[in-house]
């Protein structure tokens, strides 16, 4: 995405950055964006971070969050625009931070599944 800078790198900034097509709900564009924390999960706080996540829902973008699983278990994802609109048009900044602290915790408390490989 042009429109980061070097800081966006996932080794600098825990946040891995996907495409995102499906499980998007009705009314969505059909495209839109994962962001896989890969490193500390308080990285939902780092302000460029928020800030991206704001205006990409503010564009009808959809936009989910990802918690890694454990080893040989698949990441947990949570759909943030309905969750986060509220806040986002109340342009309350602590409220956005709870609201993503809140989709981190559910995402940890999600049952993982484990990974599994199609026999071809």
Not at 41 to 62: A, K, S, T, Y
Not at 63 to 84: C, K, M, T, Y
Request: net charge negative; hydrophobic share 40%; charged share 20%.
């Amino acid at each position: 995405m042009p429109l980061l800078d070097d800081g966006w790198r996932p080794d600098r900034s825990e946040i891995l950055i996907t495409t995102a097509t499906k499980h998007i709900p009705a009314g969505y564009p059909p495209q839109g964006l994962t962001f896989e924390l890969t490193g500390s999960l308080e990285r939902v706080g780092w302000p460029p971070f928020l800030n991206l996540v704001c205006d990409l829902i503010e564009d009808r973008i959809p936009v989910f969050l990802s918690v890694r699983g454990e080893p040989g278990h698949v990441s947990a994802n949570i759909f943030l625009n309905d969750r986060l609109v509220a806040a986002i048009m109340a342009r309350d900044p602590q409220w956005v931070v709870n609201g993503m602290l809140d989709a981190v915790e559910i995402c940890i408390a999600h049952p993982k599944d484990k990974v599994s490989f199609r026999q071809t």
